[in-house]
């Protein structure tokens, strides 16, 4: 399905599941619908699973937005209290569209907390309350972070592993009776072989020919070209990597301490989501990448630059980026809310060291080059993630890699198939559709959204 298809789908009002490999358009998509409701004075919800994706499309956690906080159920009583909310009421009763990127993140609990706190909110038993729903993501992507807990229901620690089950296994799932449209075009990569590849690890046909495009990638660490950010699948390698390139450069490093306020366990869920550390080290010649959007200072996640000086208005780094661009960086917040409020607030510089970086950390970015070490991936996707963070084959730098790192998840693999298929269905019969009728229902769900803007 092409982006533009996908769009006119999305203005009729209808719950869409919107995905497709990456560099598909997802969220291209989603800001060309978002735009088109705003020009008619229609502000939809905003939201993604992580406080990392967030960044990516100027949003909210869905846990915030939606009052669930940190919660992992809901009983009547957390429903009823979050129902008192007037921040949380006012939000989800004015709400006519909600985006949720990155659901893949999602367990089906939490979509079913969400989809439970909407009907109660809204008065209305239909799928989260009646509002639109547009779930966005790829499941080919990481997994969530999984919470283990004992029998007695206390939790003992958290890992990052492959979940149990995935958001579409959620019962809201279904009967939200959503409309799938998978984003066949690609606007990341443009190099036909290196293409090729990706379709084949998302397909579970990678060959020995496929293996031999990965081999002319093949360098020694000694080979790894300067300055090109370096992918890990574990924090140790980062942490190491980055430390000893900070090492070599001379002088003292700066400290920059990160500052925080409100509940202890709020505050542990915004650290570890968080892509700048707590105490962040500089020095003149650092390589670095910014951790938060803010184009109206030329920035956004994912841009890359080093430090250039210290000692601007706040005696903070001024960095110059890849483009040429001087930046001088101060402080900027993330916040968690739980029942409406602000239950936690981090402040810190939005950088990090950017010799290196996690390929969970990597998700959702686009790099012209990047040198990866995948001969320690522990987890499906995480491998075929990686790869697909660089636009084309030439911008690939591998020290190495294990069989893991070309392999998906066989469950997700199953449903792919079927993704692909009731997309397809939907194409055929949207097809089908007068260009009136398509008319007449997009404007009804204008007019019942905003009916002073109806078409």
């Not at 985006?99 to 893949?104: A, G, L, P, Q």
Request: charged fraction near 20%; glycine fraction near 8%.
């Amino acid at each position: 399905m092409t982006q533009s298809q996908a769009l006119e789908i999305l203005k009729t009002g209808a719950n869409v599941f919107l995905t497709g490999e990456p560099g598909s358009g997802k969220t291209h998509t989603v800001n060309e619908y978002v735009a088109y409701l705003r020009a008619r004075d229609i502000e939809p919800a905003i939201t993604a699973s992580t406080g990392i994706a967030t960044t990516h499309i100027g949003g909210m956690t869905i846990h915030s937005w939606s009052g669930i906080g940190i919660k992992t159920h809901l009983n009547k009583q957390d429903i009823s209290k979050i129902a008192f909310n007037k921040n949380i009421v006012k939000r989800i009763q004015r709400a006519k569209v909600l985006v949720i990127d990155e659901v893949s993140m999602l367990s089906p609990k939490t979509i079913s907390m969400v989809d439970a706190v909407c009907r109660e909110i809204k008065k209305d038993q239909k799928s989260f309350g009646g509002i639109q729903v547009v779930l966005v993501g790829d499941f080919f992507q990481l997994p969530p972070i999984v919470k283990k807990e004992e029998e007695d229901g206390q939790r003992v620690l958290l890992i990052e592993g492959p979940p149990a089950r995935f958001a579409y296994d959620s019962p809201v799932w279904s009967s939200a009776n959503l409309t799938v449209c998978y984003l066949t075009e690609q606007h990341r990569q443009d190099d036909a072989d290196f293409l090729a590849m990706l379709s084949a690890i998302r397909g579970n046909s990678f060959s020995g020919d496929h293996l031999r495009h990965i081999e002319t990638r093949k360098i020694g660490n000694s080979a790894a070209p300067k300055g090109a950010p370096k992918l890990f699948s574990h924090n140790a390698d980062v942490d190491r990597v980055n430390d000893e390139m900070l090492a070599k450069l001379p002088g003292a490093p700066a400290m920059f301490t990160m500052s925080s306020h409100g509940k202890a366990p709020s505050v542990a869920v915004l650290k570890k989501s968080c892509l700048s550390p707590e105490v962040l080290r500089l020095k003149i010649g650092a390589a670095v990448m910014f951790t938060k959007n803010n184009p109206k200072e030329g920035f956004v996640n994912g841009t890359l630059g080093a430090v250039e000086g210290f000692g601007g208005r706040a005696a903070g780094p001024i960095i110059r980026t890849r483009g040429g661009k001087k930046i001088e960086v101060l402080p900027m917040d993330w916040m968690v809310e739980e029942y409406g409020t602000v239950s936690a607030r981090i402040t810190q510089l939005p950088l990090r060291l950017a010799w290196a970086i996690t390929v969970h950390k990597s998700q959702g970015m686009s790099l012209d080059e990047a040198v990866m070490d995948l001969s320690d991936v522990f987890e499906f996707g995480q491998g075929y993630v990686a790869l697909s963070r660089v636009r084309r084959l030439s911008g690939l730098h591998l020290l190495g890699w294990n069989r893991r790192a070309f392999q998906v998840h066989p469950e997700v693999l199953a449903k792919d198939v079927e993704f692909r298929a009731d997309s397809s269905s939907a194409e055929a019969n949207f097809k089908e559709i007068a260009p009136a009728e398509l008319q007449n229902t997009q404007s009804g769900f204008i007019a019942v959204c905003s009916p002073r803007q109806a078409l």
